[in-house]
């Protein structure tokens, strides 16, 4: 859809303007930040996730923009000048002759396009299809962090642990999770419970570290996390998953995905499994228990 709105252009490193509404959450070496809010010399991530210092930014320009609906469901309003790097779905055919075999990875035939001529050339292939393809944005890349909690530990703990102090209660099945919590340090007194077919563990030491981390009674990824390494943010990921985590098989693969009550915490998954350069889909409904 074409509205008219305030838009702003941000000049990185690389010296490519964008042009995005002025109120587009854009992700930053400090966490979320609004395009309007962002100074020159703040750090962005660029497509191969490596970070970028802006150089310049424009005035604010009332212009003609455009709403962008991904097929994950994202939307971003973007100026009709706003430059995009995609694949054409309609050229497929010709690519795969050439002796492509995976067209998706056909990147070296990407072409620039402004919004405005995305519209004009048209969005539809002949056969209905969504016809501009862009790529996913690598994993984040940033230093190995100093965390007050482990991450895989918080993870485990944000998925099945007690929202107040450093407990997590678990299922029978899940004992080797406990013992990865033990080898990184977090021993504590283990409870069976018959009645649930599960155990307890408690440690202090865990209580202690969340407190440190600022998310006892108030369960969210702390930004220093989704900030931290790519090895460190895999491991907090793989601490929700083993906790929480879910596959459903389908047809040709399998969806994975996590079920949460915490609203804040499920779109700090989201913001986690972005910053790993995932595709995502978020989304609400009624939590029913059995």
């Not at 802006?54 to 097929?71: E, G, L, M, Y």
């Not at 230093?143 to 909690?149: I, S």
Request: glycine letters at 10%.
């Amino acid at each position: 859809s074409v509205l008219s709105n305030k838009s702003t252009a941000v000049k990185a490193g690389h010296g490519v303007g964008k042009m995005v509404n002025s109120d587009t959450p854009i992700f930053t070496d400090k966490g979320w930040v609004l395009a309007k809010d962002i100074q020159v010399d703040d750090v962005l991530f660029d497509e191969g996730g490596n970070r970028t210092r802006v150089t310049a930014k424009s005035p604010v320009w009332d212009q003609v923009n455009f709403r962008i609906t991904f097929d994950d469901g994202e939307t971003i309003e973007a100026g009709e000048n706003h430059e995009w790097n995609v694949l054409d779905l309609s050229r497929r055919t010709a690519a795969m002759k050439r002796g492509v075999s995976d067209w998706r990875d056909h990147w070296d035939a990407a072409k620039t396009y402004t919004t405005q001529e995305l519209f004009d050339l048209g969005v539809k292939t002949t056969s209905g299809q969504n016809r501009w393809r862009i790529p996913l944005a690598a994993p984040v890349q940033m230093p190995t962090a100093a965390l007050p909690v482990d991450p895989y530990v918080l993870g485990f703990w944000l998925g099945d642990g007690s929202s107040d102090y450093g407990g997590i209660t678990y299922g029978r099945k899940k004992d080797g999770l406990v013992d990865e919590m033990i080898s990184r340090g977090y021993s504590g007194k283990v409870r069976d419970i018959p009645a649930k077919n599960s155990s307890y563990i408690t440690s202090s030491r865990l209580t202690e570290d969340l407190r440190l981390a600022g998310v006892l009674g108030n369960k969210h990824i702390p930004v220093e996390y989704l900030l931290a390494s790519e090895r460190q943010r895999r491991d907090l990921l793989a601490g929700l998953m083993d906790s929480d985590g879910f596959v459903l098989k389908a047809e040709g693969g399998a969806d994975v995905g996590i079920d949460m009550t915490n609203e804040r915490l499920s779109r700090d998954i989201y913001t986690l499994l972005m910053t790993l350069g995932c595709k995502v889909r978020w989304s609400e409904g009624v939590a029913s228990y059995t």
